[in-house]
């Protein structure tokens, strides 16, 4: 069975400074993992999709890695802003998604 | 483009009363659909899933059962709720593909009491 973790459940940084989201799964044989922000009380709303032949996807200040062999991925979010404070979950999909239980992001400004 | 509607946004129902939550999908034919449950400082369940009109696959044992009456249309129900059934639902679509991205719809908060 799939199990994703993620480190740190939460993290409190000064506006300007990167973030470094770390998610980790057991099982290497995934078709994809997803990166979603999910904002208090709301649904998730998809950031990055990463194939499980790339070995990253960018878009704007987002910067999604995944190490499909020793089941990593990494979220990079350049210069965070306090617009970025939510809760940041990735799912792995190996024919079914397993989420982790995410990790919540405060941007002070 | 594709859109997804859920419904309500906030429900509070007492124990052992019935539960209906819809979820319908716009501009896509043929989705995957799913429900999951998001229960406080825990990651998402998967509950149900449905790869066609009147297919579903549960997931998890429990006294939720979900229909698939029309294409885009996806229903979870309860005759009989129970105090653990509270948490967060959300329904999902996805591109019927190996590579799969998945869209939510906004979640209802449900409060059994």
């Known amino acids: 069975k799939q199990e994703v973790t993620q480190i740190p459940a939460a993290l409190s940084v000064p506006e300007g400074e990167n973030l470094v989201l770390n998610c980790s799964f057991t099982d290497s044989a995934i078709y994809n993992l997803q990166w979603f922000r999910q904002d208090p009380g709301k649904g998730l709303t998809s950031l990055l999709l990463i194939q499980s032949s790339q070995r990253e996807q960018t878009s704007g200040r987002l910067n999604a890695s995944l190490d499909k062999s020793s089941g990593r991925s990494t979220l990079y979010i350049a210069a965070s802003q306090p617009g970025d404070s939510a809760t940041y979950l990735c799912a792995v999909n190996d024919y079914k998604l397993s989420f982790g239980a995410g990790t919540t992001v405060t941007v002070r400004a | 483009s594709q859109t997804i509607h859920q419904w309500p946004a906030t429900l509070v129902q007492p124990v052992g009363s019935p539960l209906s939550l819809e979820c319908t999908v716009e501009?896509?034919?043929?989705?995957?659909l799913y429900w999951y449950r998001q229960a406080a400082g825990r990651g998402l369940q998967l509950l149900f899933y449905s790869v066609g009109i009147g297919q579903i696959s549960s997931e998890v044992p429990q006294n939720l059962s979900a229909s698939r009456p029309q294409d885009r249309q996806f229903i979870l129900s309860s005759k009989k709720l129970l105090l653990s059934d509270s948490g967060f639902y959300l329904c999902a679509w996805g591109e019927v593909t190996d590579n799969e991205k998945l869209f939510f719809g906004s979640g209802t908060q449900l409060s059994v009491l």
């Open positions: 501009g896509t034919s043929n989705p995957n």
